[in-house]
């Protein structure tokens, strides 16, 4: 295992955008997931397509989307990148109760795609809560994680599963 360094920090301590310039264009995808845990209810309406906003899941999913392609955008050291898919998963779970969210972003480039994947599960698990809010303000956005990695110097790389 490599040790522990900040990539994004100079000898200085100073932020600096990492230099990508001399590394190999490669396939290289994430996978990132998270949850929105909230009352059964809450969770009835949302699958019943009764919420005030309207459609919560279909919202979700775009905001998800649109989100992973503006991660530069929010993340300072980020790179802007040319994403070649993202796909936003958002399953219900009874034993929440609640919706699980699964993002996927995919390029062929010369950074990863980790900070795309979360980015889209944290706007789309917000999007989630925006969207109900007014049913339940007690939701909780929880466990956003990457899942996957694959692609690029490092390799693949998986989660260990959840206890």
Request: hydrophobic share 45%; charged share 25%.
């Amino acid at each position: 295992m490599k040790s522990a360094q900040l990539t994004h920090l100079d000898k200085a301590g100073a932020a600096n955008m990492v230099d990508v310039g001399d590394k190999a264009v490669t396939v290289r995808s994430a996978t990132a997931s998270g949850a929105v845990v909230m009352a059964r209810e809450t969770l009835d309406l949302i699958l019943s397509g009764n919420a005030k906003k309207g459609d919560v899941i279909a919202t979700a999913r775009v905001a998800g989307i649109m989100a992973a392609k503006k991660a530069h955008e929010l993340i300072p050291l980020c790179h802007p990148l040319a994403l070649e898919k993202v796909t936003v998963d958002i399953e219900p779970d009874v034993s929440l109760p609640g919706l699980r969210v699964t993002a996927t972003a995919k390029l062929s480039g010369k950074t990863g795609v980790e900070m795309e994947a979360l980015t889209a599960v944290s706007v789309a698990c917000l999007t989630i809560y925006d969207m109900a809010k007014a049913a339940d303000r007690g939701m909780s956005i929880t466990d956003i994680r990457l899942e996957a990695k694959s692609g690029g110097r490092s390799g693949d790389w998986r989660a260990k599963a959840r206890r």
